[in-house]
């Protein structure tokens, strides 16, 4: 899987990994924690709701938050679109800081002081998604436990939702409820785009940024075994190819030229059962007039050309 067609996901990882070792490298990681006290009661700094999304808290955070979004965000790209995703993007972002703020006044009493860092909310909406969106490929049972193709990454997302409680768990809740308010569209999220102008000045500025989307190059070609180095070219080897092999064009099937210099064994016990060799060393004959006179004056409708190839391939 790559970033083709996947843009806004590829810009979030790159964004997100980058703040995240900058606010490490340079100890300023802690503007990006919020704590409702003293952050938000005494000391009004608001700031922190917006800014605690970018940069995640440690790096496991970080390590688990970038394998979600990759095998997660780019499924649920394509299938909206980057424009219709990025919008997504920024409504479930400012739909959770509300609720973050909101969950911190009420239960801030009962122990919940902090919230998680980094994009976790959007990453557990985008999760919600990727549940109602994307079907299963393959089931499977580990000791009788039904499991599937997506159970890995639901269990990575787990890992993430308690790793700092009880702020990960609120944060990881929050996610999937606005995941569900935004496609229940109650509110009327999903109609909302970003402006045109913003989506101009990210293609030309922003997206070149990103670096190639275009997915890597496979060969068709299959190495025999024990070719390391691809300098020197094959002599006596059998290169194996998956492409189609094009149709044979009626010249090449009949030019003496097309045969294989260097036949194989095999090859040459198979020609002498069916007598192909023969054939083949034989060559065309060419008909006499008498033939071609003989043949058309039974055959007055049939063209000259048409008479001659079949004299030939008699």
């Known amino acids: 899987m790559s970033f083709e067609n996947a843009s806004v996901t590829k810009g979030l990882i790159v964004g997100s990994a980058l703040t995240s070792i900058l606010a490490g490298m340079f100890d300023v990681k802690h503007y990006f924690h919020i704590q409702f006290v003293p952050h938000i009661s005494r000391h009004h700094q608001y700031w922190r709701l917006f800014v605690h999304h970018l940069a995640f808290s440690n790096s496991s955070d ?69 549940s109602r969106i994307v079907p299963p490929v393959y089931n499977y049972r580990i000791f009788g436990l039904p499991l599937n193709n997506k159970s890995l990454i639901y269990l990575l997302a787990l890992q993430m939702a308690i790793s700092r409680l009880p702020g990960s768990a609120a944060v990881a809740i929050i996610g999937i409820f606005t995941g569900q308010l935004y496609r229940s569209d109650l509110a009327g999220f999903k109609s909302y785009r970003i402006p045109p102008y913003v989506v101009r000045f990210s293609t030309n500025y922003l997206l070149p940024l990103v670096g190639s989307l ?19 070219p094959f ?29 194989t064994m095999m090859q040459e016990w198979v020609d002498t059962l069916t007598g192909r060799g023969e054939r083949a060393n034989a060559g065309i004959r060419a008909p006499s007039e008498a033939e071609i006179v003989q043949v058309t004056s039974m055959f007055p409708d049939i063209d000259r050309a048409v008479v001659i190839g079949a004299l030939q391939r008699r």
């Open 235 to 263: 002599q006596n080897e059998e290169v194996i190819t998956t492409a189609r092999t094009p149709a044979a064009s009626p010249s090449s099937t009949t030019s003496p030229d097309n045969v294989a210099p260097n036949p």
């Open 62 to 130: 970080l390590f688990l938050g970038v394998v979600i979004l990759y095998n997660v965000g780019v499924q649920i790209e394509r299938q909206f679109g980057s424009v219709k995703f990025a919008s997504f993007a920024l409504v479930s972002i400012m739909v959770s800081t509300l609720l973050e703020l909101v969950s911190l006044m009420l239960f801030h009493r009962v122990g919940l002081n902090f919230m998680s860092l980094g994009p976790s909310a959007l990453i557990f909406s985008i999760l919600y998604q990727y």
């Open 214 to 232: 275009r997915a890597p190059r496979r060969s068709n070609r299959a190495l025999p075994d024990g070719a390391t180095t691809i300098e020197v």
